[in-house]
């Protein structure tokens, strides 16, 4: 059974950074596709950040694009978002995704992940 446990969620000020962790059970990285999503207060969920872990291809959103980097460890099962430069519009849960069906390809698409954590709470303060 394939479990994704996101932390390294908090509270911070504008222009700080946070790094987001996702650790990954049940199923190992290969073949896979990892994605970090967010969900605002009164928004819907939209993308932020995704990696094919084949080629280690990645892409972003426009809206965090220069400012988020999504990486991983495969020893240790852990894909990261580190986010950078932060702003109170990121305000927001995060959540890490996972699917083995779109052969690596990092997907900024919801609807191509299988798999979702239980969210972690980031707050940017102006």
């Known amino acids: 059974q394939v479990q994704l446990v996101e932390s390294g969620g908090g509270l911070v000020q504008a222009g700080g950074s946070l790094r987001l962790s996702c650790a990954t059970s049940?199923?190992?990285?290969?073949?896979?596709?990892m994605g970090w999503f967010r969900q605002a207060p009164g928004k819907e969920r939209e993308s932020v950040a995704a990696?094919?872990?084949?080629?280690?291809?990645?892409r972003y959103s426009d809206s965090v694009k220069g400012r988020f980097t999504i990486s991983g460890d495969n020893a240790k099962n852990t894909v990261y978002l580190q986010m950078n430069s932060l702003k109170p519009e990121d305000t927001a849960v995060y959540y890490c995704?996972?699917?083995?069906?779109?052969?690596?390809?990092?997907?900024?698409?919801?609807?191509?992940?299988?798999?979702w954590g239980q969210g972690t709470q980031v707050t940017v303060s102006s």
């Open positions: 995704a996972a699917t083995w069906s779109a052969r690596s390809y990092p997907s900024l698409l919801q609807s191509q992940y299988d798999y």
């Open positions: 990696i094919g872990w084949r080629a280690g291809s990645t």
């Open positions: 049940g199923r190992t990285f290969s073949n896979s596709a």
